[in-house]
């Protein structure tokens, strides 16, 4: 084979491996490129998820929460009923003793 036959092979040889080496970074970058893509589709996904799950548990803590109100008002408001019929309870015998006081010193008085 002569001389010039191998140098124009090597040539066409150096050509192929570049055009070759110039696909690979290409696919490379596209690789990456659709990596990158892939990656921001995800954490957006995840991140929606999270927000949701956020706004799950947080309605679900309110829900919690209003419902132990509830049980505290009610159990407030029948104490206070309580409350009010012992103090209703305590009046009238406070009137009667008041009563009876006043009744056995205008007695006393007379006597």
Do not use: F, W, Y
């Amino acid at each position: 084979m002569p001389k010039s036959e191998v140098l124009l092979r090597i040539k066409e040889a150096e050509k192929k491996v570049k055009e070759m080496l110039e696909e690979a970074s290409t696919q490379r970058r596209r690789i990456i490129s659709e990596a990158k893509k892939d990656a921001q589709r995800l954490i957006e996904k995840v991140d929606a998820e999270s927000r949701r799950n956020s706004e799950e548990t947080s309605r679900s803590a309110e829900k919690e929460i209003e419902t132990e109100k509830e049980k505290i008002l009610s159990a407030g408001k029948e104490e206070a009923a309580g409350i009010r019929k012992k103090a209703s309870a305590n009046v009238e015998k406070a009137v009667e003793h008041v009563l009876k006081e006043v009744e056995a010193r205008v007695l006393e008085e007379k006597c």
